[in-house]
């Protein structure tokens, strides 16, 4: 019994609602379009654009030599990740610790900050909103720098913490963006049924707002996760000592030739990505239908 709600909320993705009378028209004439009109040919070279260097990576981590040209089949690199590759494992590791608290971090942060904005009126509330866009426009190199200046002038050193301060900086405006988005859709009369069925505000923002914003939060703590893992630029300026993340430690490798071993973690890391992104799409679904 108590797993009636999830079933409920399944039901209702996998239920086909009836099509419109104009979605129908729609489906139609794009079903009677040419088979290779200009768009679509705009389309599969896109997809051939975004898609052929991952299966490159994926069809050379088997290559039996290190060279950029295929020699025979191989499972060597597999072998030298696995069981010969521990500074590579460390600077995921570390990839991964920053990552995921920064972006715990930035989720509360920029959540809060979007119900505050949404929420209140203030003076100065929309130079606020403004500024806070900032870090998403302005180029990495300068927020790099500019990182570097701050913690060299109050004498903080570089290290993990340096590289967790400044992702929790360029990814809270991602949570806020998302947040924000979801609160733009969200009806505040529900606010106002809550109050008079006798809710406090604690309980409004716990009952209330944050599960009908959830899918917006989700959102935002996901991409933060992304940028975190990817960003090169930022964290080269602001890494220290003993704080080398995967694509600082890639970087160095480029002088003496990256190893096929960093293709056969990018499959690894690709195959992984899949299987947990499969797991969660109906997860995701139900938390969207319940709001």
Same mark, same amino acid.
């Given at each position: 019994?108590?797993? #009636?709600?999830?079933?409920?909320?399944?039901?209702?993705?996998?239920?086909?609602?009836?099509?419109?009378?104009?979605?129908?028209?729609?489906?139609?004439?794009?079903?009677?379009?040419?088979?290779?009109?200009?768009?679509?040919?705009?389309?599969?070279?896109?997809?051939?654009?975004?898609?052929?260097?991952?299966?490159?990576?994926?069809?050379?981590?088997?290559?039996?030599?290190?060279?950029?040209?295929?020699?025979?089949?191989?499972?060597?690199?597999?072998?030298?990740?696995?069981?010969? #590759?521990?500074?590579?494992?460390?600077?995921?590791?570390? #990839?991964?610790?920053?990552?995921?608290?920064?972006?715990?971090?930035?989720?509360?942060? &920029?959540?809060?900050?979007?119900?505050?904005?949404?929420?209140?009126?203030?003076? &100065?509330?929309?130079?606020?909103?403004?500024?806070?866009?900032?870090?998403?426009?302005?180029?990495?190199?300068?927020?790099?720098?500019?990182?570097?200046?701050?913690?060299?002038?109050?004498?903080?050193?570089?290290?993990?913490?340096?590289?967790?301060?400044?992702?929790?900086?360029?990814?809270?405006?991602?949570?806020?963006?998302?947040?924000?988005?979801?609160?733009?859709?969200?009806?505040?009369?529900?606010?106002?049924?809550?109050?008079?069925?006798?809710?406090?505000?604690?309980?409004?923002?716990?009952?209330?707002?944050?599960?009908?914003?959830?899918? &917006?939060?989700? #959102?935002?703590?996901?991409?933060?996760?992304?940028?975190?893992?990817?960003?090169?630029?930022?964290?080269?300026?602001?890494?220290?000592?003993?704080?080398?993340?995967?694509?600082?430690?890639?970087?160095?490798?480029?002088?003496?030739?990256?190893?096929?071993?960093?293709?056969?973690?990018?499959?690894?890391?690709?195959?992984?990505?899949?299987?947990?992104?499969?797991?969660?799409?109906?997860?995701?679904?139900?938390?969207?239908?319940?709001?």
């Amino acid at each position: 019994m108590s797993f #009636s709600p999830y079933k409920k909320f399944i039901s209702r993705i996998n239920k086909q609602k009836p099509m419109s009378e104009p979605a129908r028209h729609a489906r139609r004439a794009f079903q009677k379009r040419k088979p290779f009109s200009f768009s679509r040919i705009i389309l599969i070279i896109t997809l051939v654009f975004l898609f052929l260097p991952l299966f490159y990576i994926i069809f050379f981590s088997f290559n039996s030599s290190k060279g950029a040209q295929f020699t025979g089949f191989s499972l060597q690199w597999y072998h030298k990740l696995f069981f010969d #590759s521990d500074d590579l494992w460390l600077s995921l590791l570390n #990839s991964f610790i920053i990552a995921i608290s920064s972006s715990v971090v930035a989720t509360v942060l &920029g959540t809060l900050a979007a119900i505050g904005i949404n929420w209140y009126k203030f003076k &100065g509330k929309m130079y606020i909103q403004t500024i806070s866009f900032l870090p998403m426009v302005l180029p990495e190199v300068i927020v790099g720098v500019s990182m570097l200046i701050f913690f060299s002038g109050i004498g903080l050193p570089l290290g993990m913490f340096t590289i967790f301060a400044a992702h929790t900086t360029f990814c809270l405006p991602f949570v806020f963006l998302m947040v924000i988005a979801r609160l733009d859709e969200f009806d505040f009369s529900i606010i106002e049924a809550a109050h008079d069925l006798g809710a406090t505000d604690r309980q409004t923002m716990i009952k209330v707002i944050i599960p009908a914003i959830m899918p &917006g939060v989700l #959102s935002g703590f996901l991409m933060s996760i992304t940028m975190s893992l990817e960003d090169f630029v930022i964290t080269f300026f602001v890494s220290g000592p003993g704080s080398t993340t995967l694509p600082l430690y890639v970087y160095s490798m480029i002088r003496y030739g990256v190893s096929p071993a960093v293709n056969a973690l990018s499959f690894v890391m690709i195959l992984v990505t899949v299987i947990v992104a499969f797991c969660l799409r109906k997860f995701l679904k139900v938390i969207a239908a319940s709001n």
